[in-house]
């Protein structure tokens, strides 16, 4: 598993999770979920993000196989 992949199931789960959690336990645990929104929306805008620091640094490689693959609608 890569670093973009990875990103994208603890980002899901985190909305999942705390959603859950403002629902059951405390409506405070929507600003968590605010959170994890603003930031994959800056990192749209400036390629970065905490966890992907995070995850490099945890030895999680880039790309599968060291591989980049190409977009179906690039490939000829």
């Given at each position: 598993?890569?670093v973009?992949r ?46 992907m ?24």
């Amino acid at each position: 598993m890569n670093v973009e992949r990875l990103l994208r199931l603890i980002a899901g789960a985190f909305v999942l999770a705390t959603l859950a959690l403002g629902y059951w336990v405390h409506p405070y645990w929507y600003l968590f979920t605010a959170f994890v929104g603003l930031n994959l929306f800056q990192s749209g805008f400036t390629n970065w993000c905490p966890m992907m620091t995070i995850l490099r640094k945890l030895g999680v490689p880039e790309s599968a196989g060291g591989r980049h693959e190409t977009p179906a609608a690039t490939r000829a």
